[in-house]
């Protein structure tokens, strides 16, 4: 039995991570520019 605020506090780990992890592909594929500054 968990909480809406639970959910929502999983929820935005979720999103932060995705986040994450696209800016880690983001910086292999084009390490020449700096996209390590949007993260």
Do not use: P, T
């Not at 935005?12 to 390590?36: K, T």
């Amino acid at each position: 039995m968990s909480s809406k605020l639970e959910i929502r506090q999983k929820q935005r780990q979720d999103e932060i991570i995705n986040a994450a992890r696209q800016c880690f592909s983001r910086q292999r594929i084009s390490r020449r520019q700096h996209v390590a500054d949007r993260c």
